[in-house]
Every structure is written in structure tokens, then in C-alpha cells.
């Protein structure tokens, strides 16, 4: 039980913790759009940079409704655990596993294309139009000069700090999809019937054994019941498996009642097993055998 609210306290930590932290992301992607400058310069710039301007543009939009889209499935995953919604627990938890896929091929896309050295003088040529950019950047080291390079180091440092982030990300993750197993397992045991429960075979369904007896070395004087145990027939000696007498038992009916009490059965022979035995008339159960040596 301590394991199980031990869990499911983290994954309240995780989903709410993610909700604020993509909703402030979203909230800063939506005021830095205002910020940039978007409207060209020039006829002639409008004319060949159209399509460079859109491109950002969209780019900058879905990145604004990916942190706008992930801060809603947290608070789904963060509702669906406070009110034990396994629903959206699991539409959290895949979406949590596709989202991490995306990001760990988009993270090596965006380090391969860094790399590319017409990629960073693409990127530095937008920043020449953005002096805000550079104005907020310059305490950096930022400047129009060592753009590329600054850029290039940028990116490493980017790539390390988005590595540890996605370390994060798995733990969070795997604690997540542990509780939802934690809590779908726990669901089924209290939904699971009786009925479907496993129960022992009934010993009165069984047909009759076969069972092999000894007799006894010498007779029994003090007419105490005798008691029969299980031993192994090959556990026998040759000579002892010459002398046991085939017989066969039917098993009868046991109660499930807790309460009787033994000598209450004995007051029912009925419900113990019957030993049939192929005996004459003044014969007894277990007459004595004399061995006899076999002569020369």
C-alpha cells in the first residue's frame, strides 16, 4: 500500500509539474512572436524571402501549439490521477511515449543540421533582421561578427542540456507508466468475482484409486483402528511387493465446514471412502501368510 501511494504521489508531482512548465513555455513562445519582426523591408526582399518568412512563421506556430498541446495532456493525466480515470492516465502515458520518441529524432535532426555550416550562415542572415535578438543576446557574446561560431557552441551546449532533459523525461516516464500498471492491476482484483477465482478439484469427481496393502506381520490383539498411509511402491523390496494385495478406494465427499468437529464425523461413516475387497465368507481383512520354503 505504501509503494502504491508512494507512486502514485509521484506521478501527481510529474503530470502537474509538467502542465506548468508547458503552459509558461507556451506563454513565453506566444509573447516572443510578438517581438520579432516579421513584415520585410524591401520590395526586393519581400519578392525572394516570402517563402523563408513563412516557413519560420509556421515553424514558430506549431512550436507554440506543441508546449500549448502538452501542458493540456498533463492536466488530463494530472485530472485522470487525482480522480483515478485509468482512461486518461493511458492517454497521458502514450502520449508521453510518442512525444519522447519525436524529441529524441528531432534532437539528432537539429544537431545534424546545425552542423552544417550553410545551415548556421542561413540562420545568422535571419538574425541580422532581428536587431532585438542581437541586442538581447549581445551579453552572450552574441554579434553579427562570431554568429556562426556562436551559434555552433550554442548548439552543443543546447544538446548536452537537452540530453539530461530527456534523461528526466524517461524516469518520469517509466514512474508513470509503473503506477498506471500498479493501478489497473489493483483495479482488477477488486472487480475480479468469486466465481472466476481458482479452486481445488473435488475429490468426489475423482473415480476410484487403485491402492496396494501389506499384511501385517502379526495380529492385532488391541482392536484399534489401523491407519493406512501413502508409500511409494517402488520405495518396496521385491519380496514386499510379492505379498501386497490389490484394492481399490473410491474416494467420498469432504465438507468445507470449519466447525465440525472430528468426532462429529464419526457419528457419519457415509461421508468417508469405502475399501473394496474381493474377501470370502469367514475369511478375515488381512489373513496371515505363511511363507514356505521352497524345497529342493
Same mark, same amino acid.
Given at each position: ?190 472487480? $475480479?468475482?468469486?466465481?472466476? $477465482? ?78 473394496? $475387497? ?19
Amino acid at each position: 500500500m505504501l509503494r502504491y501511494t508512494t507512486q502514485r504521489t509521484a506521478s501527481l508531482v510529474i503530470t502537474l509539474s509538467g502542465a506548468a512548465v508547458h503552459a509558461a513555455l507556451a506563454i513565453q513562445v506566444a509573447a516572443l512572436w510578438r517581438s520579432l519582426k516579421w513584415e520585410p523591408e524591401s520590395e526586393w526582399e519581400s519578392a525572394h524571402d516570402e517563402w523563408r518568412v513563412d516557413s519560420i512563421q509556421i515553424l514558430w506556430a506549431l512550436l507554440s501549439a506543441y508546449f500549448a498541446s502538452s501542458a493540456v495532456v498533463c492536466g488530463l493525466g494530472f485530472y485522470g490521477i487525482t480522480k483515478n480515470k485509468p482512461g486518461y492516465i493511458r492517454f497521458y502515458r502514450d502520449y508521453s511515449i510518442a512525444d519522447f520518441a519525436v524529441c529524441v529524432i528531432s534532437l539528432f535532426s537539429a544537431t545534424h543540421a546545425v552542423l552544417d555550416k550553410s545551415t548556421r550562415a542561413g540562420v545568422c542572415e535571419e538574425l541580422s533582421r532581428q536587431p532585438e535578438i542581437i541586442r538581447d543576446l549581445g551579453d552572450l557574446g552574441l554579434s553579427l561578427e562570431n554568429c556562426e561560431r556562436w551559434i555552433e557552441r550554442a548548439s552543443m551546449l543546447c544538446f548536452a542540456l537537452v540530453v539530461v532533459v530527456l534523461v528526466g523525461r524517461l524516469h518520469c516516464l517509466l514512474a508513470v507508466s509503473k503506477y498506471y500498471r500498479m493501478h489497473i492491476t489493483r483495479r482488477q482484483a477488486a472487480t $475480479l468475482p468469486l466465481a472466476h $477465482l481458482p479452486s481445488a478439484p473435488s475429490p468426489a469427481s475423482a473415480g476410484p484409486q487403485r491402492i496396494y496393502l501389506l499384511p501385517q506381520d502379526r495380529a492385532d490383539t488391541s482392536g484399534e483402528p489401523v491407519i493406512y498411509a501413502p508409500v511409494p511402491l517402488s520405495s518396496l523390496s521385491p519380496q514386499a511387493q510379492a505379498r501386497a494385495k490389490e484394492a481399490w478406494v473410491s474416494p467420498g465427499e469432504r465438507t468445507h465446514r470449519h466447525h465440525r468437529s472430528r468426532s462429529h464425523a464419526h457419528h457419519h461413516p457415509a461421508e468417508t471412502g469405502r475399501i473394496v $475387497l474381493p474377501i470370502a465368507p469367514g475369511e478375515p481383512l488381512l489373513p496371515a501368510y505363511e511363507v514356505q520354503e521352497a524345497k529342493a
